[in-house]
Nanobody, 123 residues
């Protein structure tokens, strides 16, 4: 199994931007789907964005025009650029990975998880 480590979270105001990063310490980074999930207090963990060489990218509807997922294969790093943040984006953000070519939206479909990074957006 691989190891994932997120960074980049913080406390920002509505309208600000943040860039999350996830370093993937896994043997084979390329044929793997990488994704970001988030979990707010009292809510289920939800899919935010995913990336795969075959299918490209997929986003949660409410973030598609504000967030951008990208990966640097040379650095084994996944990023999530978050612009125009809103208070409802407040959550712990997790990096996840799964071998294969699909981009599943269910958290149970992912094999490896990071410990998360807190993002707090004040109004």
């Amino acid at each position: 199994q691989g190891q994932l480590a997120e960074s980049g979270g913080g406390l920002v105001q509505a309208g600000d931007s943040l860039r999350l990063s996830c370093v993937a310490y896994i043997r084979a980074f390329s044929p793997v789907t990488m994704a970001w999930f988030r979990q707010a207090p009292g809510k289920e963990r939800e899919f935010v964005a995913g990336i795969n060489w075959v299918f490209g990218t997929k986003y949660k509807d409410s973030v598609e025009d504000r967030f951008t997922i990208s990966r640097d294969n040379a650095e084994n790093t996944l990023h999530l650029q978050m612009n125009n943040l809103k208070p409802e984006d407040t959550a712990v953000y997790y990096c996840a990975s799964v071998k294969g070519t699909r981009i599943p939206a269910r958290n149970t479909d992912y094999e490896d998880w990071g410990r998360g990074t807190q993002v707090t957006v004040s109004s």
